[in-house]
Structures are given as C-alpha cells and as structure tokens.
C-alpha cells in the first residue's frame, strides 16, 4: 500500500517562508508527476504547483516567483518551498503523487492527508 505524508505546515506571519515536504512511501515502482494543491476554507481544491520526472514545472499564476516545487527521486519525496507568504496563502494543502506500483499494469493517483499552512499577523 502506497503512503504520503506530508509535513512543514504551520503558522507563519505574512512575509515569512516555509517548506513542505511530502514523502511517498510503501509499493513503490515508479512515480510519475507529483504536485501540491491547496484548498482554502470555502474554496475548491486547486493546483499550486506540479512537477514532473524530467523537472519539468508548473505554478498556478498566484505562487509564481514566490513558490518553488522541487523533487528527490532517492527519497521519492517531493518539497513546496514557499516564501513571501500572503495571508491569501492560507489553506490545507495536499500532495499528489502519480504512481506505478510495479513494473506493468497502469498508475494511479495517490493523495496525502493534508498539512495545514496558516499566514496571519
């Protein structure tokens, strides 16, 4: 059984950083694209950032030159680098991970249960 854990979330003042991370573990072959979503209280889950095999990137318009998605393949763990934080920041936000679980069949999309980030003076 595939699991993610995510961790780093937390209280932060607007202006600060933090760093998320999201660690896969269990019957892992192979993970294909793995990215962060958010979702604010009130609000429908939307991408923040994805990132694929080859570290290809992608940002939602609203974290770009703020956030910085990253991956290490070892640890199959991906990071969220988050500064200048904006109380508009403040949401729940999951990982994503696409993910083989052996060698031949199909992947599948995995979710980890949320850490929440907080921006407030």
């Known amino acids: 059984q595939v699991q993610l854990v995510e961790s780093g979330g937390g209280l932060v003042q607007p202006g600060g950083s933090l760093r998320l991370s999201c660690a896969a573990s269990g019957s892992i072959f192979s993970i294909n694209a793995m990215s962060w979503y958010r979702q604010a209280p009130g609000k429908q889950r939307e991408l923040v950032a994805a990132i694929t095999s080859g570290d290809n990137t992608n940002y939602a318009d609203s974290v770009k030159g703020r956030f910085a998605v990253s991956r290490d393949n070892a640890k199959n763990t991906v990071y969220l680098q988050m500064n200048s934080l904006k109380p508009e920041d403040t949401a729940v936000y999951y990982c994503?991970?696409?993910?083989?679980?052996?060698?031949?069949?199909?992947?599948?999309?995995?979710w980890g249960q949320g850490t929440q980030v907080t921006v407030s003076s």
């Open positions: 994503n991970a696409n993910i083989w679980t052996t060698r031949w069949g199909i992947p599948s999309d995995y």
